[in-house]
């Protein structure tokens, strides 16, 4: 296996017409793993809302006791299509471009494990899914080293197929 891979962040909140026509580009790509975001990403070049959130709520206001079926059943299609064109999917769990926008960069850990858990209960069977801790982790200034061990270590156990699993630093 050679790893050729690419990034598409915030890929599952573009246009539905976007969304395919990424589908259709890699379909005659070189590329077998696309890295991709659960939660939106706010930066320089993306400010849009995302038309549907992981929980229930509003920005800075939600519920994260209650996950929001829909936008994880769009995010497990998007995967699925991917696997259906020999494309791993490599799934950041948490990154630092929130700055506050939503709260999901400063989750506590209660919250961290319970959001992670039903991701990886939800995304764990597809065999086409690598995980990727945080992007750019050390970027993350409400996180500890303690808490990102903590988080391997809960994403490992809960994975019942042990899949890849890595964090990115950004120093």
Avoid at 61 to 84: C, G, M, S, W
């Amino acid at each position: 296996y050679q790893q050729l891979g690419t990034t598409c962040y915030v890929w599952t909140w573009q246009t539905d017409e976007l969304q395919e026509q990424t589908l259709k580009t890699l379909a005659s790509a070189p590329f077998n793993k696309m890295r991709m975001c659960v939660f939106p990403k706010r930066y320089q070049w993306n400010t849009n809302e995302p038309p549907s959130y992981p929980f229930v709520g509003k920005p800075r206001n939600f519920d994260t006791t209650r996950f929001n079926p829909a936008y994880f059943q769009h995010l497990e299609k998007r995967v699925l299509d991917l696997q259906k064109l020999g494309i791993e999917a490599d799934i950041i769990l948490l990154h630092p471009y929130d700055d506050g926008a939503w709260g999901f960069d400063r989750m506590t850990a209660v919250e961290d494990d319970r959001y992670l858990k039903y991701v990886v209960a939800r995304l764990a069977a597809f065999r086409n899914v690598w995980w990727s801790l945080a992007n750019e982790y050390d970027f993350m200034k409400f996180k500890t080293e303690e808490d990102w061990e903590r988080i391997g270590q809960l994403v490992s156990g809960k994975d019942p197929f042990h899949r890849l699993l890595g964090i990115h630093n950004g120093k």
